[in-house]
Each structure stands twice: as structure tokens, then as C-alpha cells.
Nanobody
Framework: DVQLVESGGGSVQVGGSLNLSCEIS????????LGWFRQAPGKEREGVAS???????RYVDSVKGRFTISRDNAKNTLYLQLDSLETEDTALYYC????????????WGQGTQVTVS
């Protein structure tokens, strides 16, 4: 029913760029805070970036100035632009949605792989 489907991942060389997309359907999500997370093999899941319904964004320090999160409500899509990629960015990237007033992200996608080498 509820679907968050990531796409846009792939393999890229150091310094390259990717644009990740998260197509959202199945629930009223436009007032939700949306976020991107990532998890590398053997590592814990890490919050990367978030954007609230008013467009306020937040980033983990390691990606500030390199990644840009945005949302297009009309297209039912969340984006993450990844620039100046580093090997440390290699991970499975997930999108997620946080309900208004919620404390934890409610819905999650399956992930899209980003590999930097």
C-alpha cells in the first residue's frame, strides 16, 4: 500500500555525482518530514539529510556542502543530489518519511546502492 521507491544509485568514480530519487505513494505525505539515510556494510544506519514540509533542510556534517536534499510535492518525489562523492559515501541509501508530530520515521524504502571507487 505505502510505497517509497528509491532509484538513481549506481557506481561512480571519486569526485563524481549522482541524483537519487524517491517516489512516494499510498499515503498523504506532503506534510511529512522526509529524509535520506544510508548504511554501509558492517556499519550502523546513518541519517544523511532531511527536509520538512516548509523546505527546511538538515545534513549530517560529513555531507554538508556536497549533498542537497529537495522535494517536489507535485511529482510525489524526494531527491538527493550527491556531488563530490568520496569512497566513504559508499552505502545503501534509503528514503523515509516522518509523520507530523512523530518522533520516529514511519515509512521506509528498500534502498538504492551508491558505490564510489
Amino acid at each position: 500500500d505505502v510505497q517509497l521507491v528509491e532509484s538513481g544509485g549506481g557506481s561512480v568514480q571519486v569526485g563524481g555525482s549522482l541524483n537519487l530519487s524517491c517516489e512516494i505513494s499510498g499515503f498523504t505525505w506532503r506534510t511529512y518530514c522526509l529524509g535520506w539515510f544510508r548504511q554501509a556494510p558492517g556499519k550502523e544506519r546513518e541519517g544523511v539529510a532531511s527536509i520538512d514540509r516548509d523546505g527546511t533542510t538538515r545534513y549530517v556534517d560529513s555531507v554538508k556542502g556536497r549533498f542537497t536534499i529537495s522535494r517536489d510535492n507535485a511529482k510525489n518525489t524526494l531527491y538527493l543530489q550527491l556531488d563530490s562523492l568520496e569512497t566513504e559515501d559508499t552505502a545503501l541509501y534509503y528514503c523515509a518519511a516522518l509523520e507530523p508530530g512523530g518522533w520516529q520515521y514511519e515509512y521506509w524504502g528498500q534502498g538504492t546502492q551508491v558505490t564510489v571507487s
